[in-house]
């Protein structure tokens, strides 16, 4: 056996635990599957690539007794050659044992109990073996009729647990102790031919939690993966499935699809699917050619994204419900609603009407509003207001937010470019810029004063 280094120092191997009779290795594999022990030599995965928090939490529940993996999308990622962001462990103590184990444990989860094994600013998820019986109607399971599983408490071994997980790729086990990866699913094969596979009946998966769905694009995306037939041949006819997701859910998930550096290609494999108008509906006349302002808002996050720049949701449902908030405020102003105030009120209105799909947290609806409102203000470009914009804490997004604009408003071009031109310049270039605008300010003239009448 091998030495095994990670990144805190050298780990001492230990020879395998002693397995309860309740778990996977003493019972037989379900019909037609068996699991695979794929060896270092051939998965190539080195210790030194996995976060040595995670590889000590493994080690220490090994050591008390317990299976313990490192499990899920790590293992996955570094097969397919990318830089895990988390290490998550899956093992056959109970959320209480874990915590008995690692006293640095927190229990969290309703749905899902969990435990939280903190060191530092870095967090190792840890979760018991799920199991996979779905007739179980004991307290620890809830199953609404449409199939969606609202609570999931039971307990299983190994096998059940890789079976449970959503797609075979995500279900793959990497021992430490053994630098071996255990497969019960096929998800190393579906790695290597970066194929994206349910497991179990599609149907049923998509049922049991619809988000499923958006996590297929998301994958498919990311990892440049190919779905298989089975699995996106239901997804297009279960798309309704989503209204019956929580929206604060779904505002979790539209973070990861669209700020993760591919929002452009991830928008499009929504719309091929039926997703988008399940999460946004009627924005856009035709969704399949979004408006350009929307389309080079994603391209420019992806780009911001990619060079290591921040991103804000805000900016992004800014753009995304500007096609409704645009018309209607013109709707208030011809009614003779002031355009700052017409913007906050039809941004108030797209913002509640969104929150039935996808709920948007206030700080982030907030900064949608402060961009739109300041719209109008750029055309208040003379004298000390012009000066007092550029100082503003949202001038920034509001200007970008401007030179987006121009794509469908050409009229707008003259505009942006003087504010683009005031940013370069400083002291009385700038105090110039702002006095000369539009030509010589005319002046106005007084009311003369009428004389008094004389008396009589």
């Known amino acids: ?51 040595g928090n995670a590889i000590k939490v493994v080690e220490r529940l090994q050591e008390a007794g317990f299976l313990a993996y490192i499990v899920g999308g790590s293992v996955r990622d570094l097969l397919l050659g990318e830089s895990p962001k988390d290490f998550d ?13 690692m006293r640095n444990a927190r229990l969290i989860g309703r749905r899902f109990r969990l435990a939280h094994v903190r060191f530092g600013r870095e967090i190792i998820e840890v979760a018991t073996f799920r199991g996979g019986s779905e007739e179980d109607d004991s307290e620890h399971r809830e199953v609404e009729k449409s199939g969606r599983v609202l609570r999931d408490n039971v307990y299983g071994s190994e096998e059940e647990d ?21 497969d019960h699913v096929g ?29 297929a694009v998301r994958f498919q995306v990311k990892l440049d993966l190919s779905i298989e037939p089975q699995t996106a041949g239901p997804m297009v006819s279960m798309a ?6 929580p929206p604060a859910r779904l505002f979790d998930e539209i973070l990861k699809l669209f700020l993760a550096g591919r929002a452009w290609p991830t928008y499009q494999a929504l719309v091929r699917q039926n997703l ?17 302002l929307v389309e080079q808002t994603m391209k420019n996050t992806d780009g911001r994204v990619q060079q290591g720049l921040p991103v804000t949701p805000g900016f992004l449902f800014a753009a995304f419900l500007w096609p409704k908030v645009k018309p209607r405020a013109e709707e208030l102003v011809a009614k003779g609603v002031a355009p700052v105030e017409a913007l906050a009120e039809a941004g108030e209105e797209a913002i509640v009407a969104q929150a039935r799909k996808v709920a948007i947290h206030r ?19 003379r004298g000390n207001r012009a000066l007092r914009l ?60 009428r004389k008094a009448p004389a008396s009589a």
């Open 276 to 292: 988008w108008e399940q999460l946004f509906p009627d924005l856009f006349e035709d969704p399949a050619n979004p408006p350009a």
């Open 89 to 101: 462990v899956a093992t056959s103590a109970t959320p209480e044992e874990v915590k008995e184990v």
């Open 187 to 215: 998800g190393y094969e579906d790695v290597l031919e970066r194929r994206l596979r349910l497991i179990g009946d599609p149907v049923t998966r998509y049922r049991e939690d619809p988000v499923r769905l958006l996590r």
């Open 240 to 245: 309704p499935l989503l209204a019956d997701i």
């Open 390 to 449: 550029i100082s503003e804490r949202r001038f920034r997004a509001a200007y970008d937010f401007l030179l987006l604009r121009v794509l469908e408003e050409p009229e707008l071009k003259e505009l942006a470019d003087w504010w683009t031109q005031i940013q370069e310049v400083e002291g009385e270039d700038r105090e110039a810029m702002t006095r000369n605008v539009g030509g010589p300010r005319k002046r106005r003239r007084r009311p003369r004063k």
């Open 162 to 182: 890789a079976r449970r997980r959503d797609f075979t790729i995500n279900a793959l086990m990497y021992d430490p102790s053994t630098e071996t990866i255990r």
């Open 1 to 51: 056996m091998r030495r095994v280094f990670y990144q805190t120092g050298p780990w001492p191997v230990h020879p395998p635990p002693a397995v309860p009779t309740n778990l996977t290795n003493t019972q037989p594999q379900a019909e037609g599957h068996t699991l695979r022990i794929i060896e270092h030599h051939e998965h190539g995965i080195e210790p030194r690539q996995i976060s």
């Open 363 to 381: 700080r982030f609806s907030t900064m949608s509003k402060e961009i739109w409102c300041m719209q109008p203000r750029f055309e208040k470009r």
